[in-house]
């Protein structure tokens, strides 16, 4: 449990909180290339951290990310014209390029007036098929980080997110929370084991154990964990499965070939990036790219049902309690263990169910739950370097040294040793971080 203080540390992100401030230090992905699709197309309604912007791409294909309203007088550019190199405001024609370069105002006849003025514009990447933006002071801005799978091309790589209609937090700690998988996904690992060319064979091998030991490790650039299965006697191998969680809120899964985060619209609001990738399966040419989405509910048709794309998140029939988040009860009767459509909607349907942002003064965390202890605890250091005007941890992380591993290991080796990049910090077993939960 958490007191209700650390709670809202961790979950509020506005600019002026203390989690806010810190979140604001790191480069983070805001939307997919995909989201923008041509030069001069439809600009993009953006919130992120609780602030709006408007992303458009420019004639030439840049990408730029503006504060939302006009500097002028404040109408929205999401409305505006993207024509000419930049994006026009409607109200009285003031024309802004990518950086926030004023190029036109046409209402003003003294041509040196635009070149004393400029609107906020964000430092933007786009790699990896994701759209990065640094929104923090600029001064600060720390070195865009370079993921492995920059490096993979994009015939194999699957981007996908889906929209949550809930607090981050909530949604970030299913994934460092092993031991639900063989429950909540039963029915979808099962599928999985038949299924060839897909990333989920190595996963599917532990779906017959619930109760794996968790340990943890604090890290330089955030923590990581080990559910560990079998290999308690002498002669037993240990299957070992390691995440590696780099601050604030991304994480290498144990087969090295995905990568997720968890980016706040706003407190209530949250997107959930996917990136699937493998060095040499062509995952994103059909039929594999259709039949990866389909298998985890990625698919733009179960996300709409569901209600997990921005224009159907939180529409009326939405998934809530009232229609059971859209759980088919007749199914469970039939053998179904969850009743919901695959992984994305069983994740998305229990996290939404704990409240809009979980109160966290209420739960009693087990052994298990040693890695969500440690995810709160990394928050609450974050919310305090920010707090503190410090850099928060992870910050200046080299992301092609952090990685998971999936292996199976001989009774009585460290499973450290999969690893050896990774700087620990602090050991953590699962006994004392249950105690230390309870104190
Ligand atoms: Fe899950």
Redesign the pocket.
């Known amino acids: 449990m958490l007191t209700r203080e650390h709670n809202d540390l961790i979950c509020r992100v506005g600019a002026e909180t203390p989690m806010g401030k810190a979140l604001r230090r790191y480069w983070v992905p805001v939307l997919q290339s995909s989201d923008l699709p041509a030069p001069d197309c439809d600009p993009f309604p953006l919130e992120v951290f609780g602030d709006r912007f408007v992303a458009f791409r420019n004639s030439e294909g840049m990408v730029g990310i503006l504060d939302e309203h006009c500097c002028h007088r404040l109408v929205s550019l999401v409305i505006g014209r993207c024509e000419g190199n930049g994006i026009r405001c409607l109200f009285h024609g003031w024309k802004f390029g990518v950086d926030g370069t004023v190029m036109e105002t046409p209402n003003v006849p003294d041509p040196t007036f635009k070149t004393r003025i400029r609107a906020k514009a964000y430092p933007v990447r786009e790699r990896g098929g994701l759209i990065w933006a640094y929104l923090g002071p600029g001064e600060l801005e720390p070195a865009f980080p370079h993921y492995p799978w920059f490096d993979v091309p994009a015939s194999n790589r699957i981007n996908a997110y889906a929209v949550d209609n809930c607090n981050y937090v909530q949604v970030f700690e299913?994934?460092v929370?092993s031991s639900?998988?063989n429950i909540?996904?039963t029915d979808g690992l099962m599928a999985s084991k038949k299924l060839e060319n897909l990333n989920f064979a190595a996963a599917a091998d532990m779906a017959s154990d619930a109760g794996p030991r968790i340990e943890v490790d604090d890290t330089d650039f955030g923590f990581q964990y080990a559910a560990l299965r079998g290999g308690e006697q002498p002669g037993q191998d240990t299957h070992v499965r390691i995440t590696a969680i780099t601050a604030p809120f991304f994480v290498a899964n144990p087969n090295e070939d995905l990568w997720m985060c968890v980016v706040p619209i706003n407190d209530y609001q949250c997107v959930h990036f996917h990136v699937f990738f493998h060095p040499e399966r062509r995952m994103n040419e059909e039929p594999l790219r259709s039949n990866m989405l389909k298998h985890v509910g990625l698919d733009d048709e179960a996300l709409r049902n569901f209600n997990m794309t921005y224009d159907t998140v939180g529409e009326p029939g939405a998934p809530s309690r009232r229609n059971h988040y859209h759980q088919n009860r007749a199914s469970l009767k039939q053998g179904k263990f969850s009743g919901f459509h695959s992984?994305t909607q069983?994740?998305g349907a229990v996290v939404l169910s704990a409240g809009a942002i979980k109160d966290r003064t209420k739960e009693i965390l087990a052994p298990a739950d040693a890695a969500v202890m440690r995810y709160y605890r990394m928050l609450i250091q974050i919310a305090r370097s920010g707090a503190a005007g410090e850099t928060p941890m992870g910050v200046d992380a080299d992301p092609r040294q952090i990685f998971g591993r999936n292996a199976t290991l001989s009774h009585g080796v460290d499973w450290r040793t999969l690893v050896p990049k990774h700087h620990v910090t602090n050991r953590w077993r699962a006994a004392r971080e249950t105690e230390a939960v309870h104190a």
């Open positions: 299913a994934l929370d639900h998988l909540l996904h992984f069983e994740d």
